[in-house]
C-alpha cells in the first residue's frame, strides 16, 4: 500500500506489529496515535498485541520512526514491520 502526495511525491506505508507487556496495549495505543506519523493503531487479538499503520517519507525516516518508538516505549517486548509493497 503506498499513499500519494500529489505535492510530495510518494509516501512509504509500513505496519508494525509488536508485542508488549501485558495490559499496557490501550496505554501505547494512545500515546501512539497522538504521534504525527501513525495513521491509526490497534490492540488486537492474536500473536502480536498491537497493530499499527505508520507512513513514512522514505525508508531513512521509517527506521528513525520504528527506533523512536522503540526508545519511548520501553514495555514493547518485540516489533516486526511489513512495509508496503509498489506496485
Known sequence: MIL???KK????????LMRCE???EWD????LTKKEFVEIA???Y???DIAVLI????MREL????????RENPEIVETKTYVGMLK
Do not use: H, M
Open 42 to 44: 490497534y490492540p488486537v
Open 63 to 70: 527506521d528513525e520512526v520504528v527506533s523512536s518508538i522503540r
Open 46 to 48: 492474536g500473536d502480536v
Open 28 to 31: 501505547i495505543c494512545e500515546k
Open 9 to 16: 511525491g510518494p509516501t512509504i506505508a509500513a505496519f508494525l
Open 22 to 24: 501485558v495490559g499496557k
Open 55 to 58: 507512513k513514512a517519507k522514505n
Open 4 to 6: 500519494l502526495s500529489e
